[in-house]
C-alpha cells in the first residue's frame, strides 16, 4: 500500500540503459525514419513534403494528445473516437447553414464534448470498463449520427472560417499551428500542473491516489471529456477543411492515436507518460506512413510495419521495466 | 451457479417458445415462384443492400422501396455494411424465411455461392445490382440491374488516352481493394489499355477505399513523389478525384493533370466546368435501385429478362456538363 | 439510503437479464412479425450466430484469465483465407485443419508476446490485429480468395437437428464442453484463479503464466475454428472477415455477464450473450430497421447492462483490477488484498 506515485519521473532522472533508451529512443527512431526517407527519395527532404507530413497527421495527432491523458491515468483506452469525429464534422456541416460556420463549428464541439462526457461519468464515476462503455457510447454516437445524415454526404458552404482553417500563416498550414497550440497547452498540463500529477496518480495507483484525497473520479471522467472534445474538434477541422464530411470520417482514428501514444512511450498500465512523448509518437506514425507511398510500398504494408513497431517499442520498454524491477 | 441455471432456464423457455409458436404458426415456406404469372400485390422482397448509409447506396434504396410500393410489394431492407460475408448469412436468412424474391447487392464476387445455391433449390428467384457476383455465382442469378462497371474502367481509358494523346505518365487512385466495383473499374481500365495499345504510363496505383480523405493523403504523398510526371489522373470515383484536386491545390504547383472521375456527384460537375476535373461518368442511384426492383418483379412475374439490364454510363465532360443534372 | 426493494430487482433483473432479454425479444419478435416465431427462424438465428459465437467462446477464457485479445478479428481472416488458400494444394479436409492452425500459430503468438515479453495484452493484441489484418490483405492482394470447391462447405449451413444445422451444432457442443472445462475441472478452476489474483494463484503452485498463455492460444484455436468455418460456408477467403466481428462478439460476452476484469464468466453466459444478440440483431433486421439504428440499440443495451450490473454489485476497485487484469508476471512486491 506504500505505492510510491509516478514512477515516470524517477525512471528519468535515473542513468539506467532503461532510462537513456527511454528519453533517446523517440528522436533516433525519427532520425533514422528520416535517413531512410532521403535516401529513398529525393523529395522527401523537401518543405513541401515535410509539411505535408505533418500536416496529413495533425488532425489525427490531436485526438492522440487527448488519449495521452487517457492512458496515463489509467483509463485504456477510448474507443468511441471515430464517433465524436463524426459527430463534430457532421454538425459543424449540417448547422452550417442555419447557425453560420462559427456557431455551427462550436456547436460540433460542444455535442462532441458531450459525448466525451457521457464517457467520462460512465468511465469516472460509474467505474464501468473503458473499453465496454466507449464501445458502448461510440455505436449509440456514430448510429445517431448517420440516423441524422440519412446516409448522405453532407457539403459545406464556402465561408471565411473554412478559408483560414485551409491557409497558412508563415508558410505553416493553420492546421499544424493548431497541433502545436494544443500540445503547447497541454504538455505543461501534464507535466507541471496538479491536474497532471493527478493523472499520473491515478494511472499510477488508484487507492493510493484517493487516500491521497485526489479527486479521482473527476480526474479519469476528464481525460475521456477532453478526447471528446479533441475528437470533435478534428472532425470539424476535417469538415472545414474537406468541405464536406460523411459518417465514416473518423474510422480508424482510434487505434492511430492509440499507436501514436504507445510508441511514444507512455505505458498502458498508466502511471507515466508525456504528451510531449505522443508529439513524438504522432511524428514518428506520420512518417512511416509517408516513406511507405515514397517507398512504393503496398499501402496494405502500413499496418504490418505500425504493429510491428509498435511490439518492438513497447517489447523493448517492458524489458527495461522489468531489469529494473517495475514490472 | 445462479447464473448457470439460468442460461438453462432460458435456453429452454426461448426454445419451448420458438417451438410452440412454431406448430401453430402459419407455414413460413410461402409459395414461391410458383411460376404464377400476374399479380405480385402482397409479395415480399428481401433486399440484402451495401449499407444503409452511403451517398450512392442511399438513393439507391430509396429507388428500390418507391419500385416496390409502386407494385404493392412488401419489401424488407437489410445492410450487409460493405462485408460480404455478413451479406451471405443475410442472404441465407432470407432464403430460409421463405420471400418471394430476393434482391442482392454482391460485396464481393463470390461469398454468395452457397446462398444462391439455396435460393435456387427453394425456387426463389435472385437479381442482382449494382455489382456483379463472380460467374459462377450470376448463372443462379437471373439478371443484374445496374451500370456497367467495367465498362465505366474501359471508358476512363479512352478517356485519359485521349486526352492526352496516349503518351504520358499517370495516377490510378482506385477504390477499396477486392470490392467488386473496384476489381471491375480497375480491370476495364487496364485491359482497355493494353487493347488500345497505350502510351501511358501508370506510375502508381493507390487504394484510397472511396474516400476523400483517405485520397487526400495519397495524393499528397503521390504530388511529392512525381511532381508534373503526373499527367493524368484515373480516379474510380468523384470523391477520390475531389481529394487529389484539393492536395493538387494545396501543393500550390503549377501543373494541370487530366483527371477523369466516376459517379456523376454535383461536386464534380463544379470542378468539370472548372476545367479542374476533366471528366466523369453519370451513375443515377435512385433509378438503379428502381430498375432493380422492376427487373425482379418481371421475373416474379414469370417473364423473360435480359441477363444485364443496363443503366446507361453517360460521360459528362466540359461540353454537356450544364445539359445534365448530377446525380448525387 | 436505496429503497430495498428497488435493491432487490435490481439485483434479480441483472441475474436473470438473460432469460428477461430473450424473452423480451422474443415477445418483440413475435409481435411484429409473422414469421418470427417460427423453427426456421430459430434455425437460423442459430446458424448465423454461430461464427461471432465460436469468437465469443474464445474471447471467454481470455477475460476469465484477465486479459483481453483484440487480435480475433485477424486470426478469424487469416484463418479463412489459409483454408480456401489450402484446398488445391493438400485437399479440402487438410485445409481446413491448416486454417485452424493457423489460428492456433497466431494465438500463441500473442501468448509469447505476453507472456515471455510482459507486453501488456491490450497493446500486444492490438499490434497483432494490426499485423495480421495487414498481412491477410498483402497476401491476398486485397482480393477475396474464391474456393475451387464451393460444394465442399454446403452442408455446413444445411437441415441437421430439428433447430440445427451441423455448425452451430459444433458451436453448441464446444459450448458445453468448455462448460464442464471451466466449472468442473480442476485447470477450469485454476483458470479462475489466475485471473482473480495472478500473484495469489502463482503462491499457490498454479503456474500462472502458463495458463494465461494456453488462453491465448485457445482463443487462436477458437478463432482459427470461426475463420475456417465462415470461409467454407461462404465458399471464400475474405482478407478483411474478421474486421467487422470483433465489436459483435465482445458486445456477446459482455452481455451474457463475463466481465473484463477477470476471475468471472461462463462459456454458457457467454453463449446466452451470443444468442441474445444474435436474435435481437436478426428481429430487428427482420423489421427492416437500419443497421445503424440497430448499433444504437446495441450500444444503448451495452451500457445498460454493464451501468446495471456495476450499480447492483457495487463492486469497488474496479480500476485498478483492470489495471491489475493487465498485468502478467508476479510482482517482486505483495499488491494490497483486494476487498471482495
Not at chain 1, 527532404?45 to 485526438?63: M, R
Not at chain 3, 494465461?212 to 477467403?237: D, H, W
Amino acid at each position: 500500500m506504500n505505492q510510491l506515485v509516478a514512477p515516470a519521473k524517477s525512471l528519468d532522472k535515473s542513468k539506467t540503459p532503461g532510462a537513456l533508451f527511454s528519453t533517446l529512443s523517440i528522436p533516433i527512431a525519427i532520425l533514422v525514419l528520416v535517413v531512410i526517407g532521403s535516401i529513398a527519395s529525393p523529395s522527401f527532404l523537401t518543405v513541401n513534403n515535410l509539411t505535408n507530413v505533418l500536416n496529413a497527421n495533425s488532425a489525427v495527432g490531436l485526438i492522440a494528445l487527448g488519449m495521452t491523458f487517457v492512458m496515463v491515468s489509467g483509463g485504456l483506452a477510448d474507443l468511441s473516437v471515430p464517433a465524436n469525429v463524426a459527430m463534430g464534422a457532421l454538425v459543424t456541416l449540417g448547422a452550417q447553414e442555419s447557425m453560420g460556420t462559427g456557431l455551427a463549428a462550436l456547436m460540433g464541439l460542444l455535442v462532441a464534448s458531450m459525448g466525451g462526457v457521457v464517457n467520462g461519468i460512465l468511465i469516472g464515476y460509474l467505474r464501468i470498463n473503458p473499453i465496454i462503455a466507449t464501445l458502448g457510447t461510440g455505436s449509440v454516437l456514430l448510429g445517431l449520427s448517420q440516423l441524422l445524415v440519412g446516409g448522405g454526404i453532407v457539403y459545406a458552404q464556402p465561408s471565411a472560417l473554412s478559408t483560414f482553417v485551409k491557409s497558412s500563416i508563415l508558410g505553416i498550414p493553420v492546421f499544424i499551428w493548431i497541433f502545436i497550440f494544443v500540445a503547447l497547452i497541454l504538455h505543461p498540463l501534464l507535466a507541471r500542473t496538479s491536474f497532471g500529477r493527478w493523472s499520473l496518480a491515478v494511472g499510477g495507483n488508484y487507492q493510493a491516489a484517493q487516500a491521497s484525497a485526489v479527486p479521482v473520479r473527476f480526474t479519469k471522467a476528464a481525460a475521456f471529456a477532453m478526447t471528446g472534445f479533441l475528437a470533435g474538434l478534428c472532425g470539424v477541422l476535417l469538415a472545414l477543411s474537406n468541405g464536406q464530411a460523411r459518417p465514416i470520417i473518423g474510422t480508424g482514428y482510434e487505434f492511430v492515436a492509440i499507436t501514436a501514444v504507445v510508441i511514444g512511450g507512455t505505458s498502458v498500465f498508466g502511471g507515466n507518460g508525456s504528451v510531449l512523448r505522443t508529439v513524438g509518437g504522432v511524428l514518428i506514425t506520420a512518417l512511416i506512413g509517408n516513406l511507405i507511398i515514397l517507398l512504393g510500398f503496398p499501402s496494405q504494408a502500413t499496418g504490418l510495419i505500425t504493429g510491428a513497431i509498435v511490439l518492438g517499442a513497447v517489447g523493448i520498454d517492458a524489458y527495461f521495466r522489468r531489469k529494473a524491477g517495475r514490472l | 451457479m445462479i447464473a448457470r441455471r439460468n442460461i438453462l432456464v432460458a435456453s429452454a423457455a426461448a426454445t419451448l417458445l420458438f417451438a410452440v409458436a412454431g406448430c401453430t404458426a402459419a407455414d413460413s415456406g410461402t409459395d414461391s415462384a410458383s411460376g404464377d404469372a400476374g399479380s405480385v400485390e402482397g409479395k415480399s422482397i428481401c433486399y440484402v443492400t451495401l449499407a444503409n448509409s452511403h451517398p450512392y447506396v442511399t438513393p439507391a434504396n430509396e429507388g428500390a422501396q418507391a419500385a416496390a410500393d409502386a407494385a404493392g410489394v412488401e419489401l424488407t431492407i437489410v445492410s450487409e455494411e460493405f462485408s460480404a460475408q455478413t451479406g451471405a448469412e443475410q442472404l441465407n436468412s432470407c432464403v430460409s424465411r421463405g420471400v418471394d424474391g430476393i434482391l442482392l447487392w454482391p460485396a464481393d464476387e463470390n461469398s454468395y455461392l452457397p446462398g444462391l445455391l439455396k435460393a435456387e433449390q427453394a425456387g426463389i428467384p435472385v437479381v442482382a445490382i449494382d455489382t456483379r457476383a463472380g460467374d459462377e455465382s450470376m448463372e443462379l442469378i437471373q439478371s443484374f440491374a445496374g451500370a456497367d462497371k467495367y465498362d465505366q474502367g474501359k471508358i476512363s481509358a479512352q478517356q485519359l488516352d485521349g486526352a492526352l494523346d496516349s503518351t504520358g505518365g499517370i495516377v490510378v487512385i482506385a477504390g477499396q481493394a477486392g470490392n467488386g466495383t473496384e476489381i471491375a473499374r480497375s480491370g476495364g481500365f487496364l485491359d482497355e489499355l493494353e487493347s488500345m495499345g497505350s502510351g501511358l504510363e501508370i506510375l502508381a496505383t493507390v487504394n484510397a477505399d472511396f474516400d476523400q480523405q483517405k485520397a487526400l493523403v495519397a495524393s499528397r504523398d503521390l504530388i511529392t513523389k512525381f511532381g508534373d510526371q503526373i499527367e493524368g489522373v484515373y480516379a474510380q470515383d468523384d470523391t477520390m478525384a475531389k481529394g487529389f484536386l484539393q492536395a493538387l491545390e494545396e501543393s500550390g504547383l503549377d501543373f494541370v493533370p487530366v483527371v477523369v472521375g466516376i459517379n456523376g456527384e454535383a461536386g464534380a460537375f463544379d470542378n468539370i466546368r472548372e476545367g479542374k476535373q476533366f471528366s466523369t461518368i453519370l451513375q443515377p442511384p435512385f433509378r438503379n435501385g428502381e430498375l432493380a426492383i422492376e427487373t425482379l418483379i418481371s421475373v416474379m412475374k414469370g417473364e423473360t429478362v435480359p441477363e444485364m439490364v443496363p443503366l446507361e454510363n453517360t460521360i459528362v465532360d466540359i461540353d454537356n456538363v450544364d445539359d445534365l443534372e448530377p446525380a448525387l | 439510503m436505496k429503497n430495498f426493494d428497488f435493491a432487490l430487482l435490481g439485483t434479480r433483473a441483472v441475474q436473470y437479464r438473460l432469460v428477461i432479454m430473450l424473452v423480451a425479444v422474443a415477445v418483440f419478435g413475435g409481435l411484429s412479425l409473422d414469421d418470427f416465431l417460427t423453427i426456421n427462424t430459430l434455425q437460423s438465428v442459430l446458424d448465423r450466430a454461430t461464427v461471432v459465437g465460436f469468437l465469443a467462446l474464445g474471447l471467454t477464457p481470455v477475460l476469465i484469465a484477465g486479459q483481453i485479445d483484440l487480435s480475433i478479428g485477424s486470426m478469424m481472416s487469416m484463418a479463412g483465407i489459409t483454408t480456401i488458400f489450402m484446398q488445391p494444394v493438400i485437399g479440402n479436409v487438410p485445409a481446413a485443419a491448416a486454417g485452424v492452425a493457423v489460428g492456433i500459430l497466431i494465438g500463441a503468438v500473442n501468448a509469447l508476446m505476453v507472456v515471455v515479453f510482459k507486453i501488456n495484452s491490450l497493446v500486444a493484441t492490438l499490434a497483432t490485429l494490426l499485423i495480421f489484418a495487414s498481412l491477410a490483405l498483402l497476401l491476398t492482394n486485397s482480393y477475396p480468395l474464391s474456393s475451387e470447391d464451393p460444394i465442399f462447405g454446403l452442408p455446413l449451413t444445411a437441415d441437421f437437428l430439428w433447430i440445427l444445422t451441423p455448425r452451430s451444432a459444433i458451436f453448441l457442443t464446444a459450448a458445453v464442453l468448455m462448460f464442464v472445462w471451466l466449472k468442473l475441472t480442476p485447470t477450469g478452476r485454476n483458470l479462475y484463479a489466475v485471473g482473480s489474483d495472478a500473484p495469489a494463484a502463482t503462491s499457490s503452485g498454479i503456474n500462472a503464466n502458463g495458463y494465461i498463455a494456453a488462453s491465448f492460444v485457445l482463443s487462436g484455436f477458437f478463432a482459427g475454428l470461426a475463420g475456417m468455418m465462415q470461409s467454407l460456408s461462404t465458399a471464400a477467403g475474405s482478407p478483411v472477415a474478421g474486421a467487422v466481428m470483433l465489436i459483435p462478439a465482445i458486445t456477446a460476452v459482455v452481455i451474457g455477464g463475463t466481465r473484463l476484469e477477470g476471475g468471472r464468466g461462463s462459456s454458457l453466459a457467454t453463449l446466452g450473450g451470443v444468442l441474445a444478440l444474435g436474435a435481437l440483431t436478426t428481429a430487428l433486421e427482420y423489421n427492416g430497421v437500419p443497421s445503424y439504428t440497430q448499433a444504437i440499440y446495441t450500444g444503448l443495451l451495452l451500457i445498460l447492462l454493464i451501468s446495471l450490473d456495476r450499480i447492483v454489485s457495487g463492486h469497488g476497485g474496479a480500476s485498478s483490477r483492470a489495471q491489475r487484469s493487465v498485468r502478467v508476471a508476479p510482482r517482486n512486491t505483495p499488491l494490497p488484498r483486494r476487498n471482495a
